[in-house]
Every structure is written in C-alpha cells, then in structure tokens.
C-alpha cells in the first residue's frame, strides 16, 4: 500500500514536471516567432520613412544627389528582395547607403546647426538602432529558447514534444562584416 | 564578473536575503506567540499569520494602485504634452528620449511604456508600476539637460530593467515583511509594558528548562532590534536589486560603459531630487534623498542605503566591460 502511494506520488511529480517544461516551451517558441516578426516590423518602418527624410534633405544638400539616389535605389532593391537571405543582403546594402547619408550630412556645417536636419539625423539614427535592437532581441530570445529545450532534464523530452532549435540571426554575406569606408569629398 | 554573472549573483544574494527575513520574522514570531499565548499541544503561531496579514495590507495597496500615485505626487507630466509646448532644442531632446525608450523596449521584448518628465532640475529617474504592460517610466528635465544619447539609453535601460525584473513586486513583498516584523515589535513591546505573558504559566514548566530560556533572551533581543534588522535586511535587497539593473541593463545596451558615464554625470550634480517622496527611493536610479547616506562608504552607510555607492556601481560596470582597475 505505501509502495503504491509512492509511486503515485512520483508520477505525479514526474507528470507536473512535464506540463510545466512544455508550457515554458511553448511560450519561449512564440517570444522567438515574434521577435522574428518584430524584426520585419522595424525594416518596414525603415522602408516607409527613408522617402520622407530624403525629400526633407533633398533641397539643402543639393550637391550630394548621388548619395541621396543611392539611397532611393538601394530602398527600392530592399522592397524587391526574395527571400531572408536575399532580404539580409538587401537591407544591409541599405543601411551601408543611409550610413553614408548620415556621414556626409556632418559635412555640412549650415546644415548640422539646422534644427529640422537634427531630427532628421536622430530619425534616421534611431531607425537603424531599433533594427539592430529588434535583431539583438531575437538572437537573445532564440538563445534562451535553445538553452531551455538544451539543459538537462528538459532535453530528455523537448524533440519528442515537438521543439527544434531557432536559428540565430546572422550576417550571410561576408562583405557586410567589414568597417564600412566612408568618403567624404565633395562629388 | 561579466553581465550575466553578475546578474545570477544578484539574483541569489535576493534570494539568500529573503530567506533570511522568512526566518526572522517565524522567530520573532513563535516566540511572540509562545511568549503571550503559551505553547500548547497545538501551537498555531496566530499571533504571527495576524501581523504579517496587517503588515501586508498597506504594502498591497500601495503595489495595487500602482503608477498613478507614485507619478501624481512627483508632478510628472506625460513627454507629449511637454513635448507640444517646447523650444526646438527641447523638442530633440524629448524626441530623443522618446526614441531611447522605444529602442530599450524592443531590445528587452516589452511593451512600450508611457514616459512622463518630472520638473525638477536634479538628473534622476525611476520606473513605476506593477509590470510590463503596466508600468511608467519617468525622467526629470535635470537628467535630460546632463545626459547624452547615449548615457540617457544606459539610465533607461536600467528603469526598463526594474520593470522586467518585476523589482516593484520583490520590494512589496519586502513591505510587507517590514510591515509584520515591526508590528509583532510593537505589540510584544506594549504585550511586556502591560505585565508580560503567560510565561510563568503552563509554557515554561513543560518548555525545555535552560533551552527555553535561552530562546527567550535571544528573542527579547531580537525585539529590541527588530526594526533596526528588518531595515537593514529590506535596504539589503534594495541593493541587490539595483546592482541587478545596472546588469540587466547593460544586456540590453550591451554598453555598459554608457551607463557608467550616466552615474558619474548623475553624481556630479549633488542636490536631492525633492520631488520623489521617500517610499519611492528605490525606483529610483539615484538615491533622491540627497545622498548624504550613499556618499559616505563606512559600515552604516553600508547597512541602510537603498542604493550601493555609486563608486562600487561604476567599477562593476567597468568590469562587465572587462575595463579592470581603470579610473
């Protein structure tokens, strides 16, 4: 009899155990999915923004046309991307373009006293943050994720319920790891 | 120690703090009962459950009611309506602060919570409320004239991180522990002035002799002192918990360096921040009681200052930016 008791009392255990380690899967799997999404969020944001700061410069910075069409163009390419991959690439082109942007708006020094150029430069700047952030939080979310289905006991049942590691967001194409190089002569 | 160490060490320390209030308060406690009520057969420590529920009552509303009381009483006002009557400069600078909370709350995966600006020229800010998803963030204008961009996203990633953390709720459940230990204090105080328990009863002759009495000298004791040692102990975890934030907050800015020239610009300006009331100190990334307890770093300042020194806060920043002995 104390036997049975016993052992209904570490099945319970065992099955409690069981339920709790799945439902923290499950909620860390959609934390992981959004912040996938959330990532995307923050590229449309960027997407829809970048003709308005253009046009906003536009007429100051007259002699940067070059850099201004580069950006329009490089956002255009974004909108056309197929696929993450290609889309990884795409966005990074982009960012590369704005960066230049940002830089060669230092160049002038009319316009940096510019209260309407500040913002717009604190617009941009904070835009590529929030992509860089939305992607630092996906990475983090995944990697906890991946520690939680890894760690012992949980890894005993995680691939029978059904969990698969995230993969981490990662720079595909080598290129983008290098310092970007900034040219500030006039064109 | 790196970021995350040094968050799990804080983590445990809170923990280790806790237990050791638990234990306070069921010593102070069965002695509390066995000392007025006598130890029967079955010894429900009533006395006990009582306090910690009365103790808990005030603690509970105050954690209920959440922001609103805490921002009413600073003067704070929401950043869109400062925003609509400010000068150009003011205007980036708000915009900035807006931008900075909106970067923290997708780097921690939050919701994005409202952000107020207090008028008071000394840089502090704090975080008010229950949670995410119900929680305030507000900065004074004195903080948004010393910082820059990125000092101000260090300050605000710690704030975030309190709410993450869910500081307000392990600091309520710190309340309420103070609330049961000093009124179990206070009655046994009154209990003895008004002709002691009933411990020449029954108690004593069925108590353990020399054991028993020795329990009682230690627990008068621990009366004499006990709202000396809950301070002390609920001061303890206010610390822990701010170290935590620092921590926290620099995983999401993965800058710690920011931060740690936020806390030196904040401890350069020396006034107390008059608009936050005593009970709000520790939300505070500052303590806003004018420091004279923080400053100093000898034994008492160590023991009842709702913040570590900011010279020790700094150095552990410089050290999860693996800057060892610099500055």
Not at chain 1, 95 to 124: C, F, I, W
Not at chain 2, 92 to 117: C, F, H, S, T
Not at chain 2, 130 to 141: D, F
Request: glycine fraction near 8%; charged fraction near 20%; include cysteine.
């Amino acid at each position: 009899m104390g036997s049975g008791i016993i052992l209904l009392v570490v099945v319970a255990v065992v099955a409690l155990w069981a339920i709790a380690t799945y439902n923290r899967l499950v909620a860390l799997r959609n934390q992981v999915l959004n912040g996938w999404r959330q990532i995307d969020v923050q590229l449309k944001r960027r997407h829809d923004l970048i003709p308005n700061l253009v046009n906003a410069v536009r007429g100051a910075m007259d002699f940067e046309r070059d850099t201004l069409t580069a950006v329009m163009e490089a956002r255009a390419k974004a909108l056309t991307a197929t696929g993450p991959a290609d889309a990884a690439q795409k966005e990074g082109q982009l960012s590369v373009a704005l960066g230049r942007l940002l830089a060669v708006a230092e160049n002038y020094p009319t316009l940096k006293a510019n209260d309407n150029v500040k913002m717009l430069q604190e617009e941009l700047s904070a835009t590529e943050n929030k992509v860089g952030f939305a992607r630092q939080f996906y990475n983090d979310i995944a990697t906890k994720f991946n520690t939680a289905q890894q760690v012992f006991p949980a890894n005993a049942v995680a691939g029978m319920l059904g969990f698969q590691a995230a993969e981490l967001f990662e720079i595909t194409d080598a290129a983008e790891r290098q310092v970007p190089t900034v040219d500030l002569s006039r064109k | 120690m790196n970021l995350y160490e040094q968050q799990a060490a804080n983590r445990r320390r809170t923990w280790i703090v806790m237990i050791a209030f638990v234990v306070f308060l069921v010593l102070l406690g069965v002695g509390f009962d066995a000392f007025f009520f006598g130890v029967d057969r079955a010894f429900v420590p009533v006395g006990s459950f009582v306090a910690l529920g009365v103790g808990s009552v005030s603690a509970l509303v105050g954690y209920v009611k959440g922001d609103r009381m805490v921002l009413a009483a600073t003067g704070a006002r929401p950043l869109a309506d400062v925003a609509a009557g400010a000068s150009e400069d003011e205007a980036l600078k708000l915009r900035q602060l807006e931008n900075v909370v909106d970067e923290m709350a997708i780097a921690a995966g939050l919701p994005r919570p409202p952000v107020y600006v207090v008028p008071d020229p000394d840089p502090n800010a704090f975080a008010a409320g229950r949670g995410p998803g119900h929680s305030s963030i507000a900065v004074t204008e004195g903080l948004l004239d010393a910082l820059d961009r990125e000092e101000l996203q260090g300050v605000i990633a710690h704030e975030l991180s309190h709410v993450r953390n869910y500081d307000t709720r392990v600091m309520t459940v710190v309340a309420a522990l103070v609330g049961g230990i000093v009124l179990l204090s206070d009655w046994a105080r009154r209990g003895m002035f008004w002709g002691g328990g009933r411990r020449r009863g029954r108690g004593s002759r069925d108590g353990g002799g020399a054991a028993g009495v020795l329990f009682f000298v230690v627990w008068i004791v621990a009366i004499a002192l006990a709202p000396l040692i809950a301070q002390m102990l609920a001061m303890s975890v206010s610390r822990k918990r701010e170290y935590l934030a620092d921590a926290s907050g620099a995983e999401l800015t993965r800058n710690p360096l920011g931060l740690a020239r936020a806390l030196e610009a904040i401890d350069g300006a020396a006034a107390p921040t008059t608009s936050v009331r005593r009970g709000s100190a520790h939300l505070c990334i500052a303590d806003p009681l004018g420091r004279a307890m923080n400053l100093r770093r000898g034994r008492a300042a160590d023991l009842f200052a709702s913040h570590p020194p900011m010279a020790d806060r700094i150095a552990a920043l410089r050290e999860m930016a693996f800057e060892r002995g610099k500055g």
